[in-house]
């Protein structure tokens, strides 16, 4: 039988979606008169397998549903609690955005930050686009909060502030460090003190995460920190 991954549940009602990437199929409604015993165990991000089945009138209907485990939801967690940086794909429901994880492939909803200006706009001409994004909370009852590290397609300067992160790539090597080229057009300096600790080699071309310790927006004068070398 197909194994699947629980990307929504609504307990309350009584049904769920589940996606089965060995189907090549998404949101495969289900009502928990198809599961087993085990269904008060099941939470969104489980692994559970099932008989497939096909009505004319309804659809695909998956049948027999029996919980796995929850492996899923394991491996999000130790992302969570080591900050691991992750991609997914970025999705639209209901007016909410999310990412559909490329790994697991579940639902994460996006932290909005509230300086991000025209986000409809933004948001909705890359969707289904990869991005990069890392979790920033995970509760006992598995809701799970992302943030999108690169927003390089939003290019307003005031999504640069103190503490924000994201993808840039270095574009000189100057005196006492590198530039580093973030969102379209957006230069800030990367001073070498704070390369030190890295055990790769930063140089011109190098994608990298930095995060934003010092700004001046009168002069454009930004510093960076650096975060994690991507290649």
């Given at each position: 039988?197909?194994?699947?991954?629980?990307?929504?549940?609504?307990?309350?009602?009584?049904?769920?979606?589940?996606?089965?990437?060995?189907?090549?199929?998404?949101?495969?409604?289900?009502?928990?008169?198809?599961?087993?015993?085990?269904?008060?165990?099941?939470?969104?991000?489980?692994?559970?397998?099932?008989?497939?089945?096909?009505?004319?009138?309804?659809?695909?209907?998956?049948?027999?549903?029996?919980?796995?485990?929850?492996?899923?939801?394991?491996?999000?967690?130790?992302?969570f609690e080591n900050g691991?940086?992750?991609?997914?794909?970025?999705?639209?429901?209901?007016?909410?955005?999310?990412?559909?994880?490329?790994?697991?492939?579940?639902?994460?909803?996006?932290?909005?930050?509230?300086?991000?200006?025209?986000?409809?706009?933004?948001?909705?001409?890359?969707?289904?686009?990869?991005?990069?994004?890392?979790?920033?909370?995970?509760?006992?009852?598995?809701?799970?909060?992302?943030i999108n590290l690169n927003?390089?397609?939003?290019?307003?300067?005031?999504?640069?502030?103190?503490?924000?992160?994201?993808?840039?790539?270095?574009?000189?090597?100057?005196?006492?460090?590198?530039?580093?080229?973030?969102?379209?057009?957006?230069?800030?300096?990367?001073?070498?003190?704070?390369?030190?600790?890295?055990?790769?080699?930063?140089?011109?071309?190098?994608?990298?995460?930095?995060?934003?310790?010092?700004?001046?927006?009168?002069i454009e004068n930004y510093?960076?920190?650096?975060?994690?070398?991507?290649?």
């Amino acid at each position: 039988m197909p194994i699947g991954y629980i990307s929504y549940l609504n307990k309350s009602g009584n049904y769920g979606f589940i996606d089965c990437p060995e189907l090549n199929l998404d949101h495969i409604f289900f009502h928990y008169s198809n599961c087993n015993k085990t269904y008060k165990n099941i939470h969104k991000g489980d692994k559970v397998y099932f008989k497939p089945e096909y009505d004319d009138t309804k659809g695909f209907i998956p049948k027999e549903i029996a919980f796995v485990q929850n492996a899923t939801l394991d491996v999000l967690k130790n992302d969570f609690e080591n900050g691991t940086h992750l991609k997914g794909f970025l999705k639209k429901i209901e007016n909410k955005y999310y990412v559909k994880d490329l790994t697991t492939y579940m639902f994460i909803r996006l932290n909005l930050i509230d300086h991000e200006i025209n986000l409809n706009e933004v948001y909705d001409e890359h969707l289904n686009e990869l991005i990069d994004y890392k979790i920033v909370m995970f509760t006992e009852k598995n809701k799970i909060r992302a943030i999108n590290l690169n927003r390089q397609f939003s290019p307003d300067r005031n999504l640069l502030t103190v503490g924000h992160q994201m993808s840039g790539l270095v574009v000189a090597g100057v005196k006492g460090g590198f530039q580093v080229k973030v969102y379209e057009n957006i230069i800030g300096f990367l001073p070498f003190s704070f390369t030190t600790t890295s055990e790769k080699k930063i140089e011109v071309g190098s994608l990298v995460e930095v995060t934003c310790i010092k700004t001046n927006k009168d002069i454009e004068n930004y510093i960076f920190d650096l975060t994690h070398i991507c290649n």
